[in-house]
């Protein structure tokens, strides 16, 4: 009883949000682009991805039930896929699309249309626009910040780099979106990842949260009081999508090898984000468990600024990065801290099983307290630091990037910088190092080269 009363006063109460970086693509390009890989590499035939699963759904199956027996014995607290959803070859093609989507437990309203997300700046020349709502699930368009999508034609060849770049931003339009059993859709009822853990089961949203944050480095107490933090499956779709890359390749679907690679990096890459790897980062365990107790004896207040602070400055770090790359992008500017981070990343790590929980995570979580502490400092206190407000509602927070050079000064712009490159500099290591563990797999050769402006492949 005194576990459940915890639960529901504090951790279930959180608004998670999804979102870890904004518009990764504007991440991955600067990051890939000076891997030594894509002038070695034939351009890669676009399919469709129905075109894709007929021609491989008779190894497709038995490869699906190999990696479902593997995470059901290696992956803690995951939840079981139930077997009536295992992938089946030789069935009706016509649902083919859903059935595959069924089997990989993401939301089945994804269209997953033939696409290239275009960078700030970077003309569509004589291509067509795609509609990007259309590349969403139903009433997920709030995950899009205005970026131009165009149109692809099945059959043609296509830059591989292209390809990985536009589908790391993929999982953020929808991948899943109501996958739980209290999210009132009929698959999250049918998917077997049991009630949502965390957040607000009736915001659409919030239902994404336990597939793009993890929380492995809390302390014992933490877990023992609120077990449902365990329950994350991010390692689960990062182990997954970079499985069904390597099997793509192997079976010469060179085109959905990248991109089912492009979603395992969004997921890798969301944990760099100090906000997705601590509930509450800048609060020690200490701190936690005894405003949980007052709230237990109705005194909740400070449960709630707590969680409103967390969530205000989770949303203004992220619309911060997202302005301030975008401008930096617009006027070309390539020697910005940000392209530097991404261009030149931590020392690698080898990508093992085991890589997310044990190390990006656990770095993420250790800088989770200085991050905090400097958007305290050098973000407009009205905005970051004043439980009564909701930041995502304010006006302002559409120019924050331009309000904190012109309010905050020199000082602020370089520590709030210095602060979120340090974290890009680790989602770039985090994501080289799943390239190549993919590149070496299935026989292709990555060497460094000297870093390229973000806008050429």
């Avoid at 990037?401 to 910088?417: D, F, I, K, T």
Wanted: hydrophobic fraction near 40%.
């Amino acid at each position: 009883m005194v576990k459940r009363l915890v639960i529901t006063c504090f951790f279930a109460a959180i608004f998670f949000q999804a979102a870890g970086w904004s518009e990764h693509p504007m991440l991955a390009r600067p990051a890939l682009a000076g891997m030594g890989l894509w002038d070695e590499i034939d351009p890669a035939e676009v399919k469709q991805l129905k075109t894709f699963l007929l021609e491989t759904e008779n190894s497709l199956e038995p490869f699906l039930a190999r990696h479902e027996r593997w995470a059901r014995t290696n992956l803690p607290h995951y939840q079981p896929r139930p077997d009536d959803l295992a992938f089946r070859a030789g069935g009706d093609t016509t649902d083919i699309v859903v059935r595959f989507s069924q089997a990989i437990r993401i939301n089945p309203n994804m269209r997953m249309p033939l696409y290239l997300h275009l960078l700030p700046g970077e003309p569509a020349g004589n291509r067509n626009h795609a509609n990007s709502l259309a590349i969403t699930a139903d009433g997920n368009a709030e995950s899009l910040h205005r970026p131009t999508h165009i149109g692809l034609r099945e059959g043609e060849k296509i830059c591989p780099l292209d390809i990985l770049v536009t589908a790391n931003d993929e999982p953020d339009y929808g991948f899943d979106l109501g996958l739980f059993t209290d999210n009132q859709t009929d698959y999250g009822a049918r998917y077997g990842f049991g009630e949502q853990p965390f957040g607000n089961p009736n915001l659409a949203n919030s239902s994404q949260a336990p597939f793009h944050m993890a929380f492995y480095h809390e302390a014992g107490i933490v877990y023992r009081f609120a077990p449902e933090l365990n329950r994350t499956f991010l390692d689960y779709r990062v182990n997954l999508f970079r499985e069904l890359s390597v099997f793509a390749f192997n079976n010469g679907q060179h085109y959905w090898g990248w991109r089912f690679l492009g979603w395992s990096m969004h997921y890798a890459g969301d944990i760099t984000m100090p906000y997705h790897s601590k509930p509450l980062p800048g609060y020690s365990t200490t701190r936690m468990l005894w405003i949980n107790l007052k709230a237990m004896l109705g005194f909740p207040r400070d449960v709630q600024d707590a969680v409103q602070l967390v969530s205000n400055r989770h949303t203004a770090m992220e619309a911060y990065q997202r302005q301030e790359l975008r401008q930096a992008y617009l006027a070309k500017n390539f020697s910005h801290p940000f392209f530097r981070a991404l261009a030149i990343p931590e020392f690698p790590v080898p990508f093992s099983r085991n890589f997310i929980r044990t190390y990006t995570s656990y770095g993420a979580a250790r800088q989770s307290v200085h991050a905090d502490l400097v958007l305290a400092k050098h973000l407009p206190g009205y905005m970051v630091s004043d439980p009564s407000i909701e930041v995502s509602e304010m006006p302002q927070l559409n120019n924050l990037a331009m309000l904190v050079h012109s309010e905050q000064g020199r000082e602020s712009v370089e520590a709030l910088n210095a602060m979120i490159a340090e974290r890009l500099s680790a989602y770039s290591m985090t994501i080289r190092a799943l390239l190549t563990s993919v590149v070496q797999e299935t026989g292709m050769t990555v060497q460094d080269k000297a870093p390229v402006a973000p806008g050429g492949s």
